[in-house]
């Protein structure tokens, strides 16, 4: 998941996806316009560490409410003063200009953005709440600027007749846009209604987030007996105790929710009452009526977003949010989700009677249900490909994976080299930090790494930055991945399962996206680009984790430093396309989810959650009474939070790009230098510059096609 490093965005930062990154500067505008204000504190300031990484071991909590604010006035001035500029408009004074702006609003966010994620406490999600409704109406008091739009839209309109470069283009084409999108367009009474709702949105995305955060900590599985945790391992059960201890229930053992309707530890669980207390907790844990129900925050979201697009002229918010998508209209993106549905419920009835025939030889007198699913088709995955979930884990030691798995795939594709430091202050005793090199020895970047499981942790994986590259400016990237991989009880080692592994090296992806990055204007650097090629880079990135060569460099014994069994190696990579019809079934079924809400007009948003959300389920041709959609509705954090509205299908087509490239690779070699530079000369290091198309076509030869993705998953065969 690519998360936009600032949560409103300053300066041109909504421009795109990952245009929050660096877009401003800390001097005055060189107008007549009045005196830009001079912030105080930490982050008035560059940072003096490397690649001006923020230093965290100054940064207080108190900090943050008084530089976002500051920041906020500072970057209003400077935008007042491009708009009263007396000379003409011109690319330079006032597009180029629109770049050097919130240089300390954008250093305050992103640190603000890293703890409130990771580390959050009360004082953190107060001041969280106070400021995110300032933000939303700092963003369109700058957007919806009548003299800055006059001066932009002067510029666009006379650019036939500018002789600029192709990056200057589309640096202009996307300001513009940006501008539109954001409402400059509007009446004055359509501006203001726009203004209400931007703001009652931010307040709401904001509580969405908290309130979910507190409903997946609260309902964590309390289990008083350690027999009903059979099938764990020691190490699981030692880590289960644990996190009992530190809620103060010594004696006891919880289970915290992950984020995901399936939990990881249901397919280990021997318990079937067990498994299923744990089902019900991960599915139920915002809509129990209490304080942390977020029903009713999902209504007033998704009617809000109706509202807004009706003053755009658009009959349904999923309508607006596509304006600068791959897919184009909601209508491509739904014809795309439904021509995999019918091949994945076919898999789904095929994998399920497989299943239940597991659980009769088991002794089962019952059918699989959604808490049954894991656990059986691990038993059915075992006996058909002979390979043991827990005999595998011995050979996933975190950092091992990081540092000859997912670092060695980027030397060998990319040619650069790590190097771990401890000089960096971080937020938490678990980050580690490492310097990137390029393939001549110069620094590319700087890597941070936070992999473990808190409660005080929003869920799921994410990259973002702290510094984006920027030729404007002479940066260089200063990126972060965040997991939550269950952490180990203390003194033993951090081993995971192969579904945390690939999310190391799809996070990579993203960071790679990031520190790639090779282009001029901060607002169109690194992941600067649309949800549904965003996730591209990252995609393609997981093909290498079982990439034979790969996989035996960082597949080894945690105790012996032995790899892999051969055998065994082999019965990993065989077994990647099992159980497809869940694993794809479980997204292709949030997606159309995701869509069913933002297909609403402001008239059509029901009063009933849960029984809209069946109703839309039921639409699918999915069998989602097996086989349950990734996020329900409640915890949708990616579409009511993190900014997927109307683009949870953007994973889903993203992998058809990366399937496609994938095939591509196999046909000119795989893992080779060759390759990894075609991809980053032609997609890693453009960011938002390109026609992604256009970009796709060069890397590949040809137009995206599903039969690839079809094929990967093993639902369709080689040669169909």
Same mark, same amino acid.
């Given at each position: ?215 997946? %900590?609260?309902? +964590? ?5 350690? $027999? =009903? *945790?059979? /099938?764990?391992? @020691? ?63 999902? %209504?007033?979201? +998704? ?5 807004? $697009? =009706? *003053?755009? /002229?658009?009959? @349904? ?73 827990? $005999? ?329």
């Amino acid at each position: 998941m690519y998360k936009p490093a600032l949560l409103i965005g300053t300066a041109l930062c909504a421009a795109t996806l990952g245009a929050c990154t660096t877009t401003a500067t800390d001097t005055t505008m060189a107008t007549t316009a009045p005196t830009i204000p001079e912030g105080t504190g930490i982050f008035a300031t560059e940072s003096t560490l490397p690649f001006k990484a923020p230093d965290f071991s100054r940064i207080q909590e108190s900090d943050f409410q008084p530089a976002i604010e500051q920041g906020m006035a500072i970057e209003k001035a400077e935008w007042q003063a491009i708009a009263d500029n007396p000379e003409a408009p011109g690319f330079d004074n006032t597009i180029v200009a629109l770049q050097r702006t919130g240089r300390m609003l954008g250093r305050a966010q992103r640190a603000f953005s890293i703890l409130t994620g990771t580390v959050t406490n009360d004082n953190l999600d107060a001041i969280d709440a106070a400021l995110s409704p300032k933000l939303a109406a700092h963003s369109d008091t700058l957007f919806l600027n009548d003299k800055i739009f006059a001066r932009v839209k002067a510029v666009y309109d006379n650019r036939a007749a500018m002789s600029m470069s192709a990056e200057d283009a589309v640096l202009l084409e996307k300001t513009y846009e940006r501008f539109v999108h954001a409402g400059a367009e509007l009446s004055p009474e359509a501006k203001q209604q726009l203004r209400d709702i931007n703001t009652q949105l931010s307040t709401l995305d904001t509580k969405f987030g908290q309130m979910l955060s507190q409903a997946s %900590k609260d309902n +964590a599985l309390v289990v008083p007996d350690r $027999a =009903a *945790l059979a /099938g764990l391992s @020691d190490a699981e059960i030692t880590a289960a105790a644990k996190a009992a201890s530190d809620r103060g229930l010594d004696g006891q053992y919880v289970i915290a929710l992950q984020n995901t309707t399936q939990q990881p530890l249901l397919a280990s669980l021997d318990n079937r009452e067990t498994r299923k207390a744990l089902f019900d907790k991960s599915w139920n844990r915002a809509v129990n009526g209490d304080a942390n129900d977020t029903r009713e925050i999902v %209504k007033q979201i +998704a009617t809000l977003r109706a509202q807004k $697009a =009706a *003053l755009f /002229g658009e009959p @349904d918010y999923a309508s607006y949010q596509m304006y600068d998508r791959m897919a184009e209209t909601p209508e491509n993106a739904i014809t795309f989700m439904q021509g995999l549905a019918g091949p994945t419920a076919k898999a789904q009835l095929t994998d399920a009677a497989a299943i239940n025939a597991m659980i009769k030889a088991d002794g089962g007198d019952f059918t699989v249900q959604p808490w049954d699913w894991d656990y059986y088709a691990s038993k059915v995955r075992a006996e058909k490909f002979a390979i043991d979930d827990n $005999a595998i884990k011995p050979f996933f030691e975190v950092n091992r994976v990081l540092e000859d798995g997912v670092f060695f795939a980027a030397n060998k594709l990319y040619g650069l080299s790590f190097e771990k430091r401890t000089d960096i202050p971080v937020w938490h005793p678990t980050v580690s930090v490492y310097t990137v090199f390029d393939k001549d020895g110069s620094e590319l970047a700087l890597f941070y790494f936070d992999p473990f499981q808190r409660d005080n942790k929003r869920g799921g994986a994410w990259m973002s930055s702290f510094v984006g590259q920027s030729g404007l400016y002479g940066e260089k990237p200063v990126i972060y991945n965040v997991l939550n991989i269950p952490p180990p009880a203390e003194g033993e080692p951090a081993l995971t399962d192969f579904d945390n592994v690939e999310t190391m090296f799809h996070e990579f992806g993203h960071a790679l996206h990031g520190m790639f990055s090779d282009v001029k204007y901060p607002s169109l650097a690194g992941t600067a680009t649309p949800r549904d090629f965003v996730e591209f880079p990252s995609q393609a990135n997981e093909k290498w984790a079982v990439e034979p060569s790969v996989l035996a460099n960082y597949a080894r014994h945690y105790q012996t430093g032995a790899p892999m069994p051969a055998d065994l190696l082999k019965k990993l990579q065989d077994a990647q396309g099992f159980d497809q019809g869940y694993a794809l079934g479980e997204t292709l079924s949030a997606a159309m989810l995701d869509m069913k809400w933002h297909d609403l007009g402001a008239g059509e948003i029901p009063a009933d959650v849960n029984a809209f959300e069946a109703q839309a389920l039921a639409t699918t041709g999915l069998h989602t009474d097996l086989v349950p959609p990734r996020y329900r509705t409640s915890y949708f954090r990616h579409v009511w939070g993190s900014g997927y509205a109307a683009g949870y299908y953007a994973y889903l087509w993203t992998e058809m790009l990366s399937a496609n490239t994938g095939e591509w690779y196999d046909a000119n070699g795989g893992l080779t230098r060759a390759n990894g530079d075609k991809f980053r000369a032609t997609v890693l290091s453009r960011g938002g510059t390109i026609d992604y198309n256009d970009a796709f076509v060069a890397l590949t030869g040809k137009e995206p096609q599903v039969a690839p993705l079809l094929r990967a998953r093993g639902l369709l065969h080689t040669g169909e």
